[in-house]
C-alpha cells in the first residue's frame, strides 16, 4: 500500500493506494497522525479510489479517524467510488455517519464552504 499526504487549502488530503488491511493500516495512521498535528481544527480529505480492499483493521482505522476529526471539531471526508468500499460502508450503515464524496476536488470545495 502506499500514502501520501499533503496540505492545501485549509486541509490535509491523505491519498491512499492499494489494499487497506492488517498489515498496511499503521502507515494511515501515521499520515493521519501528521494530519491531526496539522491544523486546528483538522480537516481531513482521505481518498480511497485506488483502494481496491479494506478489511475489519482498515475500517476500524477509518472509524477512529471520523472519531477524532470529531473530537477536534474537525471534518474528515471520504472520497470514494462505486465498488468494495462504497458497499462495505453502506452494509456496515457508516454511510451515514461519513462525510463522502467522488473526488478530492469536491471534497476540498465542500471543507472550504463550510469554513
Do not use: K
Not at 485549509?10 to 487497506?20: D, I, M
Not at 477524532?68 to 471520504?78: E, K, Y
Amino acid at each position: 500500500m502506499e500514502v501520501r499526504s499533503w496540505h492545501e487549502e485549509g486541509c490535509t488530503v491523505v491519498q491512499v493506494r492499494g489494499e487497506l488491511d492488517v498489515s498496511s493500516a499503521p502507515r494511515l495512521n501515521a499520515a493521519l497522525e501528521n494530519a491531526w498535528s496539522g491544523a486546528d481544527p483538522p480537516h481531513v480529505v482521505i481518498d480511497l479510489i485506488g483502494v481496491p480492499f479494506c478489511d475489519s483493521v482498515g475500517l476500524g482505522e477509518l472509524v477512529a479517524a471520523h472519531n477524532r476529526a470529531r473530537q477536534a471539531s474537525g471534518r474528515l471526508v471520504l472520497v470514494l467510488e462505486p465498488g468494495m468500499i462504497t458497499h462495505l460502508f453502506t452494509i456496515t450503515n457508516l454511510d451515514r455517519h461519513f462525510e463522502t464524496s467522488a473526488s478530492v476536488d469536491a471534497a476540498r470545495a465542500a471543507l472550504t464552504a463550510a469554513a
